[in-house]
């Protein structure tokens, strides 16, 4: 069996996936407390600040100006990336002055940061002594991991490449920019940037970077093929694809022998790094930079991973982009029968933890020590081949800490079968709607899980560049790891989107009643705010406790959606809240969940936010939120029927599921029924 341990190795769209966001969508923003008048005196300052930003930053990349007198001075700073032209400068600091007054609308004091520039304003003098030790920041980082066997020796190769090029910009001191490359023993090359804002000293500059280097080996950069961390002052970025324009201003190569000297050098020791400055478009040699590192450790990670990574290399086959019938040529995404009935004790009984309409799901055990889950598609399963191969497909090009990762598939004789990490803390439903389990989900956990959902959906709508409507999101199919992290599970049902495609029709209905949006459950339309409508339920789910499935009350003829809109009206909203997290809460962030749900699940589709507003919605407390509308009702309530939709539509519901739940057992450690059962 060939199992696989890091997909990157496997498919060649990181491009695709990982491409860097386009300057009209901002990446953060911070609109800090206080508000001004409209029309006011700090009001008209501050436009004329965004006009004398705007006109200077496009010349020069780089901008600072103060406009009026205290108590209405504002202060304010444009900063375009350094390898962006007059162009792209110009269109991002126009779209972010555009931005910033929307989404922070009337702050005395905001930053929005965007792939090609940032934007800072405030009634706060920062520009006279620039704090760069209190450099307020946030990461973001490419999903796809470094293999661990590799992971020390990137951390090291990758930290030296950020430490020299900082020494670079320190020197280059009137732009503050560097940018540089680095070739590993295995051929891979990691690009990297850092920049400064130009009113900061050399030590200043170099103060903010080094603040940030440290991000690399710790927290959620540790591990990952990419990462970027913002702040105020300076930021810096790592990937292993070349982000930015023009040649690298430095170009380091390591190697587990002495290298051919750029000129003759006396020799200090057999592992060193080399560089060559390039300036101003110019090649040009430099002088020659060791970065010293522990020799035998070096020589022994370098070459053992290099060795690692070259015998796996030899085994793979190429994925070639876009051709999703080159799946079956990745062997190494394939197990073999008799692995996985040893790993599942010939798929006992003792091993199975669920079963649904796909068939059975088992818990396993690999060789390599990996706990496995396993799906075996039943030969009496109304679905087919045609829902597991779009299942392995699309989760086999999808890398996110919020998805279920796929291991592996196997498809021998009339066996079928999906291999994926095994989540012990099985689904969210298991927890959330089970009186005796719901208080394990306090207040934190939950708004964790909320924004963790959040943050996968977006990745599947627009981060991967692949647009995936889900189709059916709902409490079942997340899973829960150890800590209660949220993974996104089941893409059995889900479409792909192609090209500036933005909604799709269909007469195949296929998910889950209550979660539906109901321009899909009636008119089989659907479109990426079809999830953002599950996704509205879910959070409402989590703030009650109670699922949208099966809550139905006869007398009030009263679903899910009605019930919160009926307390939301009436001003009697903390009625609604799970009893389970008793008052262990703030009422202001719970209150605004609520409001968020409520502006997913409004019926007309414009009107839901996109996943990114969510997130902005979700991370920005001074944001005003819109107040929602009546929201759509799917249920008796609304007087659409079951049966209705059934003899209009090939309803695909996932009654197997829910039968079978309620009788049968479950073990402590199992995975839900519905944790990878396509729909």
Known sequence: MICITSMALLLPILLSLFASPSAANPLYSICASGNFTRNGTYSSNLNHLMSTLSSNAFATGFATSTTGIVPDCVYGLALCRGDTDIANCRSCISTAISDIQQLCSNNMEATIWYDYCQLRYSNLNFLYVPDVTMNNQFLMYNTMTVSADQMLHFEILTTAMIDNITDLAVRNTSRLVATGEMRLPTADIIYGMVQCTRDLSADECRTCLQGMVGEITKGPLKGMRGGRVMGFWCFMRYEFYKFYDGISMLQLS?????????????????????????????????HIMTITLPIAVALVLITTAGMCFWTRKAKMKIYREGNVEEITSVESLFFDLPTLEVATTNFSEHNKIGEGGFGSVYRGLLPDGREIAVKRLSVRSRQGLSELKNEFILAAKLRHKNLVRLHGVCLEGQEK???????PNKSLDTILFDPRKSELLDWLKRYKIIEGIARGLLY???????????????????LLDEDMNPKISDFGMARLFKGDATHEITSRIAGTY???????????HFSIKSDV??????????ITGRSSNGFFDDELSENLLSYVWENWSKETIFEIVDQALGKLYQNSELIRCINIGLLCVQEDPARRPTMIEVLVMLNSYSMTLKAPSLPAFLDKGSGIQTGTLSRKFNVYEDDTYRSSSKSMPMSPNGVS???????
Do not use: C
């Not at 079968?417 to 989540?423: D, K, N, P």
């Not at 647009?467 to 409490?475: E, N, S, V, Y």
């Not at 029924?673 to 729909?679: A, F, M, V």
């Open 254 to 286: 390591s190697s587990n022998q002495t290298p051919r000297p750029l000129w003759p050098s006396s020799p200090r020791n057999n592992w060193s790094t080399y560089i060559t400055y390039i300036n101003a478009g110019k090649s040009m040699i430099g």
């Open 417 to 423: 079968l999906l291999v994926y990490e095994y989540l």
């Open 460 to 478: 599947l709508q627009e981060d991967s560049n692949l647009k995936i409507i889900h189709r059916d999101i709902k409490a079942s199919n997340i």
């Open 514 to 524: 209550g979660y539906m949006a109901p321009e899909y459950a009636i008119h089989g």
């Open 533 to 542: 409508f599950s996704f509205g339920v879910l959070i409402l789910e989590m």
């Open 673 to 679: 029924i519905s944790e990878l059962d396509p729909r």
